[in-house]
């Protein structure tokens, strides 16, 4: 069932999506609101499973690494009486895939993976995404670079840091 949420709450949210490291005190003063009240809302929304959890964006580029994201399009027909959600809980569920979202357009769904290597993000979607009942067609694209994630930018310089693509 979904939630009809008051001004304070969805203030309390666009704050904490913005800088979830906010005290409730810094909530309190940003909203004009009681401590207290901030503190008893803000554990509702995380009782309620509103606010999931909270995250650091890393700008993964500043440190060395060998690893490789992915994004992967994948069609799908909808299992019978289920829907996309069936297929999509298969996926989601693989510990590879970081996002699966249902989109619209001309494939179904949006999946991010992760994988120490080009090698093995080929292999989970040839062994494990492709062989899916519901799985029609899958279309993987390497990610390059970041340039802005959940509304933040990262430095954008001239100079280009391309992996290596060894496979």
């Given at each position: 069932?979904?939630?009809?949420?008051?001004?304070?709450?969805?203030?309390?949210?666009?704050?904490?999506?913005?800088?979830?490291?906010?005290?409730?005190?810094?909530?309190?003063?940003?909203?004009?609101?009681d401590?207290?009240?901030?503190s008893?809302?803000?554990?509702?929304?995380?009782?309620?499973?509103?606010?999931?959890?909270?995250?650091?964006?890393?700008?993964?580029?500043?440190?060395?690494?060998?690893?490789?994201?992915?994004?992967?399009?994948?069609?799908?027909?909808?299992?019978?009486?289920?829907?996309?959600?069936?297929?999509?809980?298969?996926?989601?569920?693989?510990?590879?895939v970081?996002?699966?979202?249902?989109v619209?357009?001309?494939?179904?769904?949006?999946?991010?993976?992760?994988?120490?290597?080009?090698?093995?993000?080929?292999?989970?979607?040839?062994?494990?995404?492709?062989?899916?009942?519901?799985?029609?067609?899958?279309s993987?694209?390497?990610?390059?670079?970041?340039?802005?994630?959940?509304?933040?930018?990262?430095?954008?310089?001239?100079?280009?840091?391309?992996?290596?693509?060894?496979?």
């Amino acid at each position: 069932m979904l939630k009809t949420l008051a001004t304070e709450e969805l203030g309390i949210l666009n704050a904490l999506a913005e800088n979830g490291l906010k005290t409730d005190a810094e909530l309190a003063a940003l909203l004009r609101l009681d401590v207290a009240k901030v503190s008893a809302i803000r554990s509702e929304l995380e009782s309620a499973g509103i606010i999931l959890k909270y995250r650091a964006i890393i700008n993964w580029e500043k440190i060395e690494s060998t690893g490789v994201n992915a994004v992967i399009q994948v069609k799908v027909t909808p299992a019978q009486g289920q829907g996309y959600d069936e297929v999509a809980r298969k996926v989601a569920a693989f510990p590879e895939v970081r996002t699966c979202l249902l989109v619209s357009g001309s494939f179904d769904l949006l999946v991010e993976v992760d994988g120490p290597s080009l090698r093995d993000v080929a292999f989970f979607v040839a062994d494990k995404l492709a062989t899916i009942e519901g799985v029609n067609h899958t279309s993987t694209n390497f990610l390059l670079k970041r340039y802005k994630q959940s509304g933040d930018m990262f430095s954008v310089s001239g100079k280009t840091h391309r992996l290596p693509m060894v496979i």
